[in-house]
C-alpha cells in the first residue's frame, strides 16, 4: 500500500451543528441544499442536521458570560458527527468561532466554523469598510479582528447602536426568539445606516439571524450587507466537492515494549521542527502491553500475536490515524498479513532503515544486525538487505545469547536497566560484529538504542531504526501538511 492510497480523499458526509441559533440552523442547512447544483436526489452531498435543547443561563450579552456551555455543547456535537462517521462538522456560530481552536484538536474530523467560509469570501475582495453587527462577547474576543486584518478595516456600531442591536437579537420579541418583531428590524436597520454613515463600504452581520430573516428587508435599502448564511453555505457545498483536509494523525501500536513506545513518541516530537506546540504532529497510542510477546512465538511455541497487533491497528484506523507505527522490529515479521486487512499503511521500519543504509552510506556492503532472536529467525533483515545487494552478518550464538541478555536478562533494558552489565553486554556484540568486516550496525530492537554504546566508542555507525521510523512518519505528515495547506482556500491563512 502506498502513502498517496492510505491518505483517502474521498466526497466527505457532513454535519450541521444546529442548536446555536435554531431557525438560522435551519436556514444553513436549506441553503446547503440549494448550493448543490445537482440533478438527481441521489447526487446531493451527505449531510447530518443535529440539534438537541441548548441553553445558557447566562446570556451573550452579558458582562459576565462565559462560553463554557456552548463549548461543551459543539465538542459533544462535533464527537457525536465523528462517532457517525462524517467527515466535516459544520458550525454555524459567530461566537463558537472564539473556542473552535480548543475544540479542533480534540475530535477526529474535519471541523469548518463560519468565520473560515468569510475569510475566505472577503480575502477575493478588495480591501475595504466592513461595518460588523456582533455581540459583544465577539466583539470583545478580537476574533473578527484577527480574520479580517490587514486587508479590511472593522468599524463596530457606537455603544448606543450596539445596545439597541443587542435588545433586537436577545429580547423578548428580539430575532432569537423568532418574532422579528418591527421594532427589532428597525434596531437593526438604524445599526446599518448608522455604520454606512461612518464609512462602511459594506455591512457584516455577526449574527446568523439576521440573513435567516430579514434578507428581502435589505433589499430596501441602498447599503450593501453581506449573506452570512449563503456565503457559508456556498463554501460548505464547495468544501464538500472538494474533499476535507483533517489534520495528519500518526498511529502508534504501543506497548511492544512499553518504553520503546515512549522512546519513539519522543523521537516524533524531537524530529518535528516547531516554532509552537500546535506545528507539532498528532499522535494517538493504543498502549497495549497485553500482545503476546514476539520472540516467544517466532523462537518457540508462545502465543500467536497476529490478532492482537491485528486489533490495535484497527483501533488506531477508527480513531483517524493515517498512518500505522510499530516501534518493535520483531513485530514486523507479523506486518504483510496484517497490512492486507487494513486500509492505513503501516510504515515499515525494516525497509526505512535498509533504505537509509543506501541513501547514508553508500559504499556499505556488510551490514551487522543486533536483535532479538524472533527477529533474526525470521530472516526479515536479511530479505531487505540482500534485496538492494547488501550482505547481513549475525552475531555468533555465544555473543547472541549476550544480546538477549541485555535485552531480557535480569540486568536488561526491558527489566528497566539502561546502563552497566546489559551495556557492556550489547558493546561485547558490536565489536564482534566490527571485526567480522562490518560497516554498518543495526540497533534491530527498540530497547537496544537506550542501552548503545556512544558515538566515540570507536565502532562502526550504529543505525537506530526507532529514531528512522519517527523520521519517515513526521515527514509523511509534515508532506501531507504541506500538500493539504497549497490546496486550501486561502482563508485557513486569515483565521
Keep these: 500500500m502506498s502513502v498517496s492510497q492510505s491518505v483517502k480523499a474521498s466526497q466527505p ?17 436549506q441553503r446547503i441544499i440549494r448550493a448543490t447544483p445537482d440533478t438527481s436526489d441521489g447526487q446531493h452531498i451527505d449531510i447530518s442536521f443535529v440539534q438537541h435543547p441548548f441553553q445558557e ?71 475595504m469598510n466592513v461595518g460588523v453587527l456582533t455581540s459583544p462577547f465577539v466583539r470583545g474576543s478580537g476574533y473578527l479582528d ?12 457606537e455603544q448606543a447602536h450596539e445596545k439597541a442591536l443587542v435588545q433586537a437579537i436577545y429580547g ?38 439576521i440573513p435567516a430573516q430579514m434578507s428581502s428587508l435589505f433589499e430596501e435599502h441602498s447599503f450593501r450587507v453581506l449573506n452570512c448564511n449563503q456565503i457559508f453555505a456556498e463554501y460548505a457545498a464547495g468544501v464538500s466537492r472538494g474533499g476535507g483536509t483533517m489534520p495528519f494523525k500518526v498511529g502508534v501500536v504501543g506497548g511492544v515494549g512499553p518504553a520503546a513506545t515512549v522512546d519513539f513518541v519522543s523521537r516524533i516530537v524531537q524530529n518535528t521542527h516547531a516554532q509552537c506546540d500546535q506545528d507539532h504532529i498528532k499522535v494517538v497510542v493504543e498502549q497495549n502491553p497485553q500482545i503476546p510477546d514476539r520472540t516467544e512465538n517466532l523462537s518457540g511455541d508462545g502465543k500467536d500475536p497476529t490478532v492482537a497487533l491485528y486489533a490495535t491497528c484497527k483501533k488506531l484506523e477508527r480513531a483517524g490515524a493515517n498512518i500505522i507505527a510499530i516501534p518493535c522490529n520483531t513485530a514486523h515479521a507479523y506486518l504483510d498479513r496484517i497490512q492486507r486487512h487494513v486500509d492505513i499503511l503501516i510504515v515499515s521500519m525494516l525497509s526505512e ?52 541478555d541485555a535485552i531480557y536478562g535480569d540486568e536488561g533494558v526491558k527489566a528497566g536497566h539502561t546502563e552497566g552489565h546489559c551495556r557492556e553486554q550489547l558493546f561485547a556484540a558490536c565489536q564482534h560484529l566490527s571485526e567480522r568486516g562490518a560497516d554498518v550496525l543495526i540497533l534491530g530492537c527498540t530497547e537496544l538504542p537506550l542501552i548503545a554504546p556512544g558515538t566515540n566508542s570507536g565502532l562502526p ?19 501531507q501538511r504541506a500538500n493539504s495547506f497549497s490546496n486550501t482556500e486561502r482563508s485557513s491563512t486569515h483565521v
Design 13 to 29: 458526509k457532513l454535519g450541521l451543528i444546529g442548536g446555536l441559533g435554531v431557525i438560522a440552523g435551519a436556514d444553513i442547512l
Design 57 to 127: 443561563a447566562v446570556k451573550p450579552f452579558d458582562p459576565q458570560y462565559a462560553a463554557t456551555s456552548r463549548k461543551l455543547y459543539v465538542y459533544e456535537m462535533a464527537r457525536q458527527m465523528e462517532l457517525d462517521a462524517r467527515d466535516l462538522a459544520l458550525v454555524p456560530c459567530f461566537l463558537s468561532q472564539t473556542f473552535l481552536d480548543e475544540i479542533i484538536p480534540e475530535v477526529g474530523l474535519r471541523i469548518i466554523g463560519i468565520g473560515e467560509a468569510i475569510g475566505d469570501y472577503l480575502s477575493r475582495q478588495v480591501p
Design 146 to 157: 484577527r480574520l479580517l486584518a490587514p486587508d479590511h478595516q472593522i468599524l463596530y456600531p
Design 172 to 209: 423578548p420579541e428580539g430575532l432569537k426568539s423568532g418574532h422579528s418583531s418591527p421594532e427589532a428590524q428597525v434596531a437593526i436597520i438604524n445599526a446599518c445606516t448608522h455604520l454606512m454613515s461612518r464609512g462602511a463600504d459594506v455591512i457584516l452581520s455577526g449574527f446568523t439571524d
Design 353 to 404: 532503515t535498509i533504505a537509509t543504509i543506501q541513501d547514508t552510506y553508500p559504499v556499505a556492503s556488510k551490514i551487522g544486525l543486533l536483535a532479538t532472536n524472533g527477529t533474526v529467525q525470521s530472516r526479515l533483515y536479511h530479505k531487505s538487505a540482500e534485496a538492494v545487494g547488501l550482505k547481513l552478518i549475525t552475531p555468533e550464538p555465544d555473543y547472541q545469547a549476550q544480546v538477549m
Design 461 to 479: 555507525p550504529m543505525l537506530d531504526p526507532t529514531d528512522i521510523l519517527a523520521r519517515k512518519c513526521v515527514t509523511l505528515a509534515l508532506t
